[in-house]
């Protein structure tokens, strides 16, 4: 029988267990979000390479699948944010997370038809805005994450977030099994979330051959490169990567552009919402037109490697703890095994305690 952790996230989501399984583009589908909610976590469907009917498609399949608690993830500044929030309150979603804070409006008319709100923050004074706003909880990221990531790590981000802020707190980056759920727990985290370790799964639908590049890596073997789409972003250290890493500005912009017009092609977005979200992202990012035009490179740099197996030509987004895991369990196989092993954890703990005088 797995054992249980009662927390504020739990509470507040109505999950079984502490553990999030994050959006991540191309991998968190209806498949491993449905399993990542029949064993007891919430699961986050990864919107953000999805069309407006594809994310419809998705969260329909997921609802096929289980009757449990999951979420999606958005774009804050996507052109059409508003449209896929009334989406999530027509279907009944439980969870919706941005990466990027949403407007305060929106926080409000998500919380009045009763979907939690949970953006992801990277700083400790973005946690105390979106709470002010109305958030319900929010997801922090050390630098150990994958993907866009900062550059505090996450045992000095985690406890800046949680003495600036009174709301459920998880903490992402670097986490993989009990002994980290235990640790974060302790630090007075409500959870945590997970990206690689969900991605090395079974029931991630991640191609094998993919999944065994990314265990044959060491903790060395990840980078923090602003070639792939200009900003800060954490990936597995493959040939393609170096030359990215030592190729002129020229040359990633035109490779750049190339994925850009693929991507808009592949989900039939107009080059008039293209712009728009060019311009958000101008606006909330701080990039340059340069850094936005590398920004729409990244879904199909991503796709390639991640979707079409093809490690040459894409790139795989990766946190460092890709360097412990060994393993490919199922879904509910890793959780119950992070759930018992956090509960021995902390139950060990009392041997510590001292009761009689010194």
């Keep these: 029988m797995t054992q249980r952790l009662r927390t504020p996230l739990t509470e507040l989501v109505g999950i079984e267990h502490p553990i999030v399984q994050t959006g991540m583009g191309w991998v968190a589908g209806p498949g491993l979000v449905a399993a990542t909610a029949n064993a007891g976590g919430l699961g986050i469907l990864a919107s953000a390479t999805m069309s407006f009917e594809e994310l419809e498609q998705a969260i329909?399949?997921?609802?096929?699948?289980t009757d449990k608690p999951f979420g999606v993830n958005?774009?804050?500044?996507?052109?059409?944010?508003?449209?896929?929030?009334?989406?999530?309150?027509?279907e009944g979603v439980k969870v919706a997370s941005f990466a990027l804070a949403p407007k305060?409006?929106?926080?409000?008319?998500?919380?009045?038809?009763?979907?939690?709100?949970v953006p992801s923050i990277g700083a400790a004074k973005h946690a105390?805005?979106?709470?002010?706003?109305?958030?319900?909880?929010?997801?922090?990221?050390?630098?150990?994450?994958?993907?866009?990531t900062g550059s505090v790590a996450t045992t000095l981000l985690l406890p800046s977030v949680l003495d600036a802020v009174d709301i459920p707190v998880v903490a992402g980056g670097g986490f993989f099994d009990?002994?980290?759920?235990?640790?974060a727990l302790s630090y007075g985290a409500a959870g945590v979330a997970m990206g690689t370790r969900f991605l090395l799964t079974q029931d991630s639908?991640?191609?094998?051959?993919?999944?065994?590049?990314?265990?044959?890596?060491?903790?060395?073997?990840?980078?923090?490169?602003?070639?792939?789409?200009?900003m800060p972003h954490r990936v597995l250290?493959?040939?393609?990567?170096?030359?990215?890493?030592?190729?002129?500005?020229?040359?990633?912009?035109?490779?750049?552009?190339?994925?850009?017009?693929k991507f808009k092609a592949m989900t039939g977005m107009k080059w008039s919402t293209i712009v728009k979200d060019g311009l958000a992202m101008r606006k909330h990012k701080d990039l340059t037109w340069s850094q936005v035009?590398?920004?729409?490179?990244?879904?199909?740099?991503?796709?390639?490697?991640?979707?079409?197996?093809?490690?040459?030509?894409?790139?795989?987004?990766?946190?460092?703890?890709?360097?412990?895991?060994?393993?490919?369990?199922?879904?509910?196989e890793l959780i119950d095994r992070i759930v018992t092993e956090a509960v021995d954890r902390i139950d060990s703990l009392n041997r510590y305690r001292v009761t009689e005088p010194a």
Excluded at 60 to 65: G, I, R, S
Excluded at 205 to 230: A, I, N
Excluded at 251 to 260: D, K, Q
């Design 293 to 332: 035009i590398m920004a729409a490179n990244t879904p199909m740099l991503l796709k390639a490697g991640l979707v079409e197996g093809n490690t040459q030509a894409g790139v795989l987004a990766s946190g460092q703890v890709a360097g412990i895991i060994d393993d490919l369990p199922t879904v509910a």
């Design 74 to 90: 958005i774009r804050a500044d996507g052109s059409d944010a508003a449209e896929r929030c009334e989406l999530m309150i027509r």
């Design 178 to 183: 009990g002994r980290g759920l235990a640790a």
């Design 60 to 65: 329909a399949k997921t609802k096929a699948k």
């Design 104 to 117: 305060k409006e929106l926080i409000a008319r998500l919380k009045d038809n009763g979907v939690v709100v």
């Design 205 to 230: 639908s991640v191609p094998d051959s993919v999944k065994q590049e990314y265990l044959k890596r060491g903790l060395m073997d990840t980078v923090v490169s602003k070639k792939v789409d200009g």
């Design 128 to 148: 105390v805005k979106v709470a002010s706003w109305g958030a319900d909880a929010v997801i922090v990221q050390g630098a150990e994450g994958g993907g866009h």
């Design 237 to 261: 250290n493959t040939e393609l990567v170096d030359k990215l890493e030592h190729s002129s500005g020229v040359r990633g912009l035109t490779a750049a552009a190339s994925n850009a017009f």
